[in-house]
């Protein structure tokens, strides 16, 4: 299926073209404006724009983005019989690790309330027609939006006045949470912590204080998509994404948040793992992942300052321009990503998806949420096996074989 943004330069085309289409209808080209038609009505359906709200009250509390400005989320309200249900998702977007580095997100969407557009797509997980989502439809659907660059967890009280940036994403996390209980979230009957690639890290890091926050007779889940990301050597046997994590905790006073039962064996850093986090929580909690996670491979494993002379640029951007060397490197770094998820013990009130795509986040996108032709483990769609878990219908613990086996994948191919 085309992409929305494909679909919006058809529809551009169509305007800038009107006559040469004209033309085509002159000629029997009629069924190419109906194709059009027709893909830009199944964009409509399977996705839908949410406004966005400012919690203004949160400035006062410090809670705040790096430059300062206001949190911000969108809120598609449940219904029915979801009316005291809640999914609560965090957005991800990487971190930044040192002042540099946030000095050069403070003035984006990923820095600042400010920056960000007015209007989110929703699909996938957060779909209101049963027939996309039949398990969460009708719930109280929130879409958090990420600008503290460290996964929601810094709480730095010092500004430096030079920078005025701000480390408070900890304070963001609570304040959330503190609206939507005013909203109605205190009184619900089911809730869900979700989030995407740091924000996945966030629902796992921030899962039992999730918990802690809500009434205890509520029945409080967590959902990681894409947040597993693992402390791997690179393609040169440096450890890129070790130093790169503690620099994050350092510069965002993240080990308050982190578990002490963990910081008290190990750095803080290597707590910003969940490889090393996953053992101490004790909430509910499903995992969704590739085992060959994109972001995981372009920036853990074969980063730009390991691949200086760019051989893996191909292979990374498509995993089929992959050369038989790399994939059997791609093979290690599976293999060390299972390796990491010992931790995470069968218990049935754990689940994960764990396929076998070149992909990084799975739970948004309605193609690879529940589709026709979305991935499949055990013959069992994300939405299913996400929805089976929740409800306790069924466990739901299953790992793929390796690429190229699952021919069910939505491979990415990047720009």
Same mark, same amino acid.
């Given at each position: 299926?085309?992409?929305?943004?494909?679909?919006?330069?058809?529809?551009?085309?169509?305007?800038?073209?009107?006559?040469?289409? @004209?033309?085509? =209808?002159?000629?029997?080209?009629?069924? &190419?404006?109906?194709?059009?038609?027709?893909?830009?009505?199944? =964009?409509?359906?399977?996705?839908?724009? &949410?406004?966005?709200?400012?919690?203004?009250?949160?400035?006062?509390?410090?809670?705040?983005?790096?430059?300062?400005?206001?949190?911000?989320?969108?809120? *598609?309200?449940?219904?029915?019989?979801?009316?005291?249900?809640? $999914?609560?998702?965090?957005?991800?977007?990487?971190?930044?690790?040192?002042?540099?580095?946030?000095?050069?997100?403070?003035? +984006?969407?990923?820095?600042?309330?400010?920056?960000? $557009?007015?209007?989110?797509?929703?699909?996938?997980?957060?779909?209101?027609?049963?027939?996309?989502?039949?398990? /969460?439809? *009708?719930?109280?659907?929130?879409?958090?939006?990420?600008?503290?660059?460290?996964?929601? !967890?810094?709480?730095?009280?010092?500004?430096?006045?030079?920078?005025?940036?701000?480390?408070?994403?900890?304070?963001?996390?609570?304040?959330?949470? @503190?609206?939507?209980?005013?909203?109605?979230?205190?009184?619900?009957?089911?809730?869900?912590?979700?989030?995407?690639?740091?924000?996945?890290?966030?629902?796992? $890091?921030?899962?039992?204080?999730?918990?802690?926050?809500?009434?205890?007779? =509520?029945? &409080?889940?967590?959902?990681? *998509?894409?947040? /597993?990301?693992?402390?791997?050597?690179?393609?040169?046997?440096?450890?890129?994404?070790?130093?790169?994590?503690?620099?994050?905790?350092?510069?965002?006073?993240?080990?308050?948040?982190?578990?002490?039962?963990?910081? %008290?064996?190990?750095?803080?850093? $290597?707590?910003?793992?969940?490889?090393? =986090? #996953?053992?101490?929580?004790? !909430?509910?909690?499903?995992?969704?992942?590739?085992?060959?996670?994109?972001?995981?491979?372009?920036? #853990?494993?074969?980063?730009?300052?390991?691949?200086?002379?760019?051989?893996?640029?191909?292979?990374?951007?498509?995993?089929?321009?992959? %050369?038989?060397?790399?994939?059997? #490197?791609?093979?290690?770094?599976?293999?060390?990503?299972?390796?990491?998820?010992?931790?995470?013990?069968?218990?049935?009130?754990?689940?994960?998806?764990?396929?076998?795509?070149?992909?990084?986040?799975? !739970?948004?996108?309605?193609?690879?949420?529940?589709?026709?032709? %979305?991935?499949?483990?055990?013959?069992? +769609?994300?939405?299913?096996?996400?929805? *089976?878990?929740?409800? @306790?219908?069924?466990?739901?613990?299953?790992?793929?074989?390796?690429?190229?086996?699952?021919? +069910?994948?939505?491979?990415?191919?990047? @720009?």
């Amino acid at each position: 299926m085309l992409h929305k943004d494909d679909m919006l330069a058809c529809f551009l085309n169509q305007l800038f073209f009107s006559k040469a289409i @004209e033309g085509m =209808m002159r000629e029997g080209g009629r069924r &190419v404006c109906i194709i059009l038609v027709g893909l830009l009505s199944l =964009m409509s359906i399977e996705a839908y724009e &949410v406004g966005l709200a400012f919690l203004d009250s949160a400035v006062a509390q410090g809670a705040v983005c790096l430059d300062g400005s206001a949190p911000a989320y969108h809120m *598609d309200k449940g219904f029915g019989a979801g009316i005291d249900n809640w $999914l609560v998702f965090f957005e991800g977007g990487g971190w930044c690790n040192n002042v540099t580095n946030c000095l050069a997100r403070r003035d +984006t969407r990923l820095g600042s309330s400010k920056q960000m $557009l007015t209007t989110e797509t929703f699909s996938g997980m957060f779909h209101n027609k049963p027939k996309y989502n039949p398990d /969460f439809y *009708d719930w109280n659907r929130i879409k958090v939006r990420y600008c503290d660059g460290a996964s929601f !967890t810094g709480d730095v009280e010092e500004v430096d006045p030079k920078t005025n940036l701000h480390f408070r994403g900890a304070r963001i996390f609570r304040a959330v949470i @503190e609206d939507l209980l005013a909203k109605g979230i205190k009184n619900a009957k089911n809730a869900m912590l979700v989030g995407c690639s740091a924000g996945g890290l966030t629902s796992i $890091l921030q899962c039992d204080n999730f918990r802690s926050l809500l009434p205890a007779t =509520m029945k &409080v889940k967590c959902l990681s *998509d894409a947040g /597993f990301f693992i402390n791997a050597k690179t393609i040169i046997g440096t450890s890129h994404i070790e130093g790169f994590f503690a620099d994050v905790v350092k510069t965002h006073g993240s080990a308050k948040v982190l578990s002490p039962a963990c910081t %008290s064996k190990m750095s803080p850093g $290597l707590c910003f793992f969940p490889q090393n =986090m #996953i053992q101490y929580i004790e !909430t509910p909690i499903f995992l969704i992942n590739a085992a060959y996670d994109s972001w995981q491979v372009k920036n #853990i494993l074969a980063p730009g300052v390991a691949d200086r002379k760019g051989t893996w640029r191909e292979c990374k951007l498509d995993i089929t321009k992959c %050369s038989s060397a790399q994939l059997n #490197i791609l093979q290690g770094y599976r293999q060390e990503f299972l390796k990491a998820l010992t931790g995470f013990d069968n218990s049935p009130s754990r689940g994960m998806f764990i396929n076998s795509c070149y992909s990084h986040c799975q !739970t948004g996108i309605q193609e690879t949420w529940l589709r026709n032709d %979305s991935p499949l483990l055990g013959n069992t +769609t994300i939405a299913k096996a996400v929805g *089976d878990w929740y409800y @306790e219908r069924s466990t739901f613990q299953k790992i793929d074989c390796p690429y190229p086996c699952d021919k +069910t994948c939505h491979n990415r191919v990047f @720009e």
